[in-house]
């Protein structure tokens, strides 16, 4: 604990007050195989091999050695992952054999939630009729899951694209009053990675969403997105690429994000807003970060 405390103290110095570019978050995409085919996606069932044991544990032990403390694996759908005998819990084991003070994981949902993390985070954008819009038939066994798994801390991501942004507010209300066992929700935008569609929202469509959810915040709805780091997404001044967060897959690895810095400039990725904006002491945005870092 000492070691850990010791470790923040450093970092909130060069972080913050110095205002070095210094690590913190690094992202495993361990598989691009998927068994869901959501709107939006390309990133799934590239065909590209998952990543081996060895270069997974490589990459962790490079990334502590570099700073990273925290780390989230993601694909595809990582609870797929596979080399060998290996499945997700022994990249998990790995990463706290490693060191990482925080673990945590990114998955749709339908292969199970009790995985040995700090913090799952699972997706779901909105209630029936607007999930299927995107991820197909699949909202009650995801709700199932959520309310069946004996995994302590849960939170939720929902992508809002110009489908899925008339029900924000309808869902946050349901996770509120059917009391999901869970921390809150964390929006993003969908982000054009190969090109803009129609799921996209302008710089000028997503304002008034985001007014929506500064709105929802007001009225004590369980976002977990910081005042600060919606108004970063809605102005789009905020530091791109943050190298306080990495992701590696098959490739290599990739500062913030795997698009192109094209895509960069549309960026919907509201967690790396989040992180921006905690590094410039917007009390709001390090506050939301307490809750689930």
């Avoid at 939170?155 to 110009?162: G, K, L, M, N, S």
């Avoid at 309808?170 to 090109?195: C, E, K, Q, S």
């Avoid at 600060?228 to 990495?246: H, I, N």
Wanted: charged content about 25%; aromatic content about 12%.
């Amino acid at each position: 604990m000492l070691g850990r405390l010791g470790f923040y103290v450093r970092y909130f110095w060069r972080f913050v007050v110095l205002r070095r570019p210094e690590p913190l978050v690094y992202g495993v995409a361990i598989t691009d195989r998927c068994n869901f085919s959501c709107e939006g996606c390309r990133v799934n069932n590239t065909g590209r091999p998952d990543m081996a044991y060895d270069v997974l544990v490589e990459n962790l032990e490079h990334a502590y050695d570099r700073g990273f403390r925290g780390v989230y694996f993601s694909g595809g759908e990582p609870t797929l992952w596979r080399d060998g005998e290996h499945t997700l819990n022994d990249a998990i084991e790995a990463a706290h054999r490693v060191g990482f003070y925080r673990v945590h994981v990114y998955t749709n949902g339908t292969n199970g939630l009790d995985w040995p993390v700090d913090l799952v985070w699972v997706s779901m954008d909105g209630l029936p009729a607007t999930f299927s819009l995107r991820r197909g038939d699949h909202f009650a066994e995801v709700e199932r899951a959520i309310r069946e798994t004996p995994h302590p801390k849960l939170a939720i991501i929902y992508t809002v694209d110009r489908y899925t942004e008339p029900g924000i507010e309808p869902f946050l209300a349901w996770v509120r009053d059917t009391h999901l066992p869970v921390i809150g929700v964390m929006f993003y935008f969908h982000t054009p990675y190969y090109g803009i569609d129609d799921l996209y929202l302008s710089a000028e469509e997503k304002a008034p969403v985001i007014d929506r959810l500064q709105g929802c915040i007001q009225e004590g709805l369980p976002v977990l997105n910081s005042h600060a780091g919606l108004e970063a997404v809605k102005t789009g001044k905020w530091q791109r690429r943050t190298p306080a967060a990495v992701v590696v897959d098959v490739d290599g690895e990739s500062v913030c994000c795997r698009a192109s810095d094209e895509v960069c400039a549309l960026c919907g990725y509201a967690a790396c807003t989040e992180i921006v904006e905690a590094q410039r002491l917007r009390p709001s945005a390090v506050l939301a970060m307490t809750r689930y870092w």
